[in-house]
């Protein structure tokens, strides 16, 4: 059973940083996108960044030139650097992968169970 472990959430202080990591527990084939999208409270959840397997990004703009999303092809991991964090940066925040494990023959949608993060003075 393949999961989605994030890591790396927490309280900050406005203009503060944080990384989130996400890997895959089990035993995996193949990732092709990797993301991460956010819920705050009372909101939908919306993309925040996603990287494709070879390394093209695309962010939300209300983050663009703040965060920067990468991944570790060798290690299945992606990152989440989080700087100059403001308090609308406030939500809980969930890593999402197009994977294939290798007891499947197809790709398929992974998430996370989330993780918070909060930005207050």
């Known amino acids: 059973q393949v999961q989605l472990v994030e890591s790396g959430g927490g309280s900050v202080q406005p203009g503060g940083s944080l990384r989130l990591s996400c890997a895959p527990s089990g035993s995996i084939f193949s990732i092709n996108g990797m993301s991460w999208y956010r819920q705050a409270p009372g909101k939908q959840r919306e993309l925040v960044a996603g990287?494709?397997?070879?390394?093209?990004?695309n962010y939300v703009d209300s983050v663009k030139g703040r965060f920067t999303i990468s991944r570790d092809n060798v290690k299945n991991t992606v990152y989440l650097q989080m700087n100059s964090l403001k308090p609308e940066d406030t939500a809980v925040y969930y890593c999402?992968?197009?994977?294939?494990?290798?007891?499947?023959?197809?790709?398929?949608?992974?998430w996370g169970r989330g993780t918070q993060v909060t930005v207050s003075s």
């Open positions: 999402n992968a197009v994977l294939r494990s290798h007891a499947a023959v197809l790709y398929a949608n992974y």
């Open positions: 990287i494709t397997f070879g390394g093209s990004t």
